[in-house]
């Protein structure tokens, strides 16, 4: 029951978060997604492409599968913003956003309780033992507050 | 055992944001915070007012006692920055953030386990019977998205 409770509490926050990002972006313009967030910041199309890429990650990292895009981390994880590297279109990157977080929705579904508080695929046995908190919601927690991180910078591109 | 793994991760996603933002208002000096976070947006200093205040209305809202800085939500929650509102300086609000999060995390260290899923005084108690998630646990993980989400601005006042 307190499981349950928990899981609702996190993925109710990462729901809440993921609309707010889809709420930004509805009303962003292709063109106003070109636009750095703030004087020499990342620009949206860059922060798209940096959320879709992290979301994937989660994917192998909770158990979900493969990756659905790992060729975004080259330009939008390990490499800055206008690195000179070639970018994806908006269209692209909007599609994905969308498929990357239905995917994971379906995924979070679809697992129990009890399997949210099991350990994540980057945490050896013999250290979850001692770090239980080390589990699959945890995850989960990084990312709602990273997600929120960027939302609060994005929202500057509304006007 | 359930319970305690669930605390220790939403506080210490707690304590990282708060972490994060400490360090990043060391790093600004006062007239620095008197900067917009971006054109047209925030300055950093209503920002450092506005999270105290939020942080501040958490004391009341888990039975920890009544507020520090009550007067602070006319300024930075009430009224936008620039309304003409007459603001602190930044070296009272300083002072002011840091006793506000050292007070909680007092309170914090001091509640069981348990305590954290009772309900917060913002919920009814019918309600709460209903809606369990609505606990006091819950109310830090929307407080991490908050202070998440404004880190993420005032990072832009770092030079």
């Not at 978060?17 to 292709?30: G, H, P, V």
């Not at 860059?46 to 909770?62: F, Q, R, W």
């Not at 679809?110 to 099991?118: H, K, V």
Request: charged share 25%.
């Amino acid at each position: 029951m307190a499981d349950q409770i928990m899981v609702k509490m996190v993925l109710d926050a990462w729901h809440a978060k993921i609309k707010e990002a889809d709420d930004i972006f509805n009303k962003l313009t292709d063109e106003q997604l070109q636009m750095e967030v703030a004087p020499n910041r990342n620009r949206g199309i860059y922060l798209l492409g940096h959320l879709t890429a992290v979301h994937d990650g989660i994917l192998p990292l909770l158990g979900f599968g493969d990756r659905l895009y790992p060729q975004l981390d080259e330009i939008y994880i390990n490499n800055p913003d206008k690195a000179g590297t070639r970018g994806n279109s908006a269209k692209e990157l909007r599609a994905w956003w969308k498929n990357i977080n239905s995917t994971l929705a379906n995924h979070f579904s679809q697992l129990s309780p009890g399997a949210w508080f099991e350990k994540h695929n980057a945490v050896a046995e013999e250290d979850f033992i001692k770090q239980p908190h080390r589990n699959k919601l945890n995850v989960i927690i990084t990312r709602i507050t990273h997600l929120a991180s960027h939302n609060g910078q994005l929202i500057f591109l509304v006007k």
